[in-house]
């Protein structure tokens, strides 16, 4: 079946410490998207891809990192400086044809130690 | 700026009950709207769309007209489920001629429904 996969479910983070998030997808989407979800605030674009080696800035993108080496794959790094990462992480993509949804992967929690 | 503004929740219905959770936009041009929903400890999927004015998005049971005179995609249910019991998300897409990246999302209502 075709889908998004995150991974892993949940991770911890040490203060200090880098953290690398994992998406891949098999739906051979040219668009991918992270996004932080807070309660009560829906969820806020980090950064998102529309083509191989080529990404963009989100709304909230301070103390994130990506890369989009692969059309399959779009890793997210949390790193030091983002003081507040404890969120859950959603992953999307989707095609570049119009009005096309966005497709989700079931998300990673992460909680600094 | 976009922005999508729901009624906030949480929502508490019997089963059977009749469902609505507002909606209302802010954009600029003709955006696309979308109705994701949320079970706990998942991602989100898509529920319903609408690409145009007068356009009524459904699905399982679930539809949603897209009202640019009142700039609202209100959710409606006739008939709720205990299996509903989920986050609801309204969001717009600011670029419907070129893909829906760039999705706005509201701040979700939380439907709980009793047996």
């Known amino acids: 079946d075709g889908g998004i996969t995150q991974s892993p479910k949940y991770l911890f983070r040490k203060e200090g410490q880098n953290v690398t998030l994992s998406c891949e997808q098999n739906?051979?989407?040219?668009?991918m998207y992270w996004y932080r979800q807070d309660p009560g605030q829906g969820l806020r674009l980090i950064y998102y891809?529309?083509?191989?080696?080529?990404?963009q800035k989100g709304d909230i993108a301070e103390g994130y990192s990506v890369s989009r080496e692969k059309k399959e794959s779009f890793p997210l790094t949390v790193t030091s400086a983002q003081k507040n990462p404890t969120a859950f992480y959603l992953c999307?993509?989707?095609?570049?044809?119009?009005?096309?949804?966005?497709?989700f992967g079931d998300g990673t929690r992460l909680s600094i130690l | 700026g976009n922005s999508v503004t729901q009624m906030e929740g949480p929502v508490t219905l019997s089963e059977e009950a009749f469902l609505t959770i507002n909606c209302t936009y802010t954009?600029?041009?003709?955006?696309?709207l979308f109705w994701y929903v949320q079970y706990p400890g998942e991602g989100l999927q898509l529920l319903l769309k609408?690409?145009?004015?007068?356009d009524k998005g459904s699905n399982k049971g679930f539809e949603a007209t897209y009202r640019k005179e009142t700039t609202s995609f209100h959710l409606e249910k006739g008939s709720v489920q205990v299996s509903d019991s989920a986050v609801y998300f309204c969001?717009?897409?600011?670029?419907?001629?070129?893909?829906?990246?760039?999705?706005?999302f509201g701040k979700g209502t939380k439907l709980s429904v009793i047996p």
């Open positions: 999307a993509s989707s095609n570049l044809i119009n009005n096309q949804p966005q497709h």
């Open positions: 739906l051979n989407h040219d668009a």
């Open positions: 891809s529309q083509i191989v080696n080529d990404f």
């Open positions: 954009a600029t041009g003709y955006p696309s």
């Open positions: 609408a690409t145009k004015a007068d």
């Open positions: 969001a717009l897409s600011d670029q419907p001629g070129a893909g829906s990246y760039q999705l706005t």
